[in-house]
């Protein structure tokens, strides 16, 4: 019966290893992208760059409380410039300093708001919280949405008129119907009396013609108020959003800062710009219960170490008929390095002994009572003895 060797049992056995690890990973992947639960204002990029903007979000600190070290406790108020009004905005979560009576917005999402601005004493919000970073580049961007309708405030800040405003009636224009009746009328006593009497058919169908253009203009009129209605309802429908960039500023004494860049010319989308040391990437903080790659490593190493043992022990019993130590794979190799191992020591061991220092010739013998006189009698016997011993 053949059998495979103990080292293609091994490759075999790390192919199947490695093939279960990329589908763990695979796996992961995949749950991670579906049903994993993600971090507000943190985010990873394709590359690997980790980002973490949790330190830039402003809290609120409850009273006799003290806010974390370098924790900001205010919102961020990016200056308007010519747009007329100042913004004020926070990073991941609503804004601290909590806003009431939001154009257009519900009264349970004004503690949402994340973004706003005030034109004569009315709030409009740029959108609700969200905690969404999109790595683009070197850039992340947030976005907020679900803010005040679009063109509400353009309208109170400019005096814009609305569109579709009727015309305001006037005495005077009755006057000016009859006038124009009157003289169509005369026009037709006019034709009459030159052309001779009209006959009444005639006149039937001309006020027909009359009517049918009526009913054409009412028609026009309809659609064009149609259209309007639409258009309403559009600019209802739209509402406006905010669009935060930001940058990496890697000096530790600048503060962030926000800044207002723009908006479209419908104000329903507008774009900010961020400078923050946190905006830089950073390497990944290991996750509490994850495996890391010493333990992923060490993982494999173990259960390599566990093939080759077990395939070379069922190899060597059962082809080789082996028995004792020689059933383990390749016996003689490692006896061989132990052997090695052994003998190193016993070098180390010996040359270390003759460094160390110490005493030769004769020894001492006992001395006096008083420790301060030689016996020399017993000294010459033992010397004598010596040499007759050494002669032998």
Known sequence: MYSQSPSKSLLFALAALAGVARAEEASKTASASGTAIVTPCVATATSGAFFDLRPDTAIIVAEGEKAPKGTPVEDYVARGWDYGSNFTLNFCSPVVKGV????????????????????????????????????????????????????????????????????????????????????????????????????????????????????????????????????????????????????????????????????????????????????????????????????????????????????????????????????????SLWAGIWSFIVDLFTILTSSCARVIPRRRGYNRLSISPNGRHRNREDENRLIDQLDEEWDD
């Open 100 to 331: 009431e009576d939001v154009v257009g917005v519900e009264k349970a999402l004004w503690k949402n708001v994340s973004a706003y601005y005030e034109v004569k004493d009315k709030v409009y919000s740029l959108g609700l919280s969200s905690g969404t970073l999109v790595p683009r580049g070197r850039k992340l961007v947030l976005q907020y949405t679900g803010g005040s309708p679009c063109g509400e405030s353009s309208k109170d800040k400019r005096g814009v008129v609305r569109e579709g405003a009727q015309y305001k009636y006037h005495e005077f224009d009755d006057n000016e119907d009859k006038d124009e009746d009157h003289d169509s009328t005369r026009e037709y006593r006019d034709d009459d009396d030159i052309e001779g009497n009209v006959s009444n058919e005639d006149r039937e169908a001309k006020e027909k013609e009359k009517e049918k253009e009526k009913d054409k203009e009412q028609e026009k009129e309809q659609k064009e108020k149609e259209k309007e209605q639409e258009k309403e309802k559009e600019k209802v429908s739209r509402r406006k959003s905010a669009t935060i960039s930001f940058l990496c500023d890697r000096d530790p004494e600048t503060p962030t800062a926000a800044s207002f860049v723009g908006t479209d010319p419908d104000e329903c989308a507008y774009f900010f710009e961020v400078r923050s040391q946190h905006a830089c990437s950073i390497a990944e903080p290991h996750k509490p219960g994850s495996v890391g790659p010493g333990s992923v490593f060490a993982i494999i190493f173990f259960i390599a170490v566990l093939v080759y043992v077990v395939g070379g022990v069922f190899y060597q019993r059962t082809v080789a008929h082996a028995r004792g130590w020689r059933q383990l794979p390749n016996y």
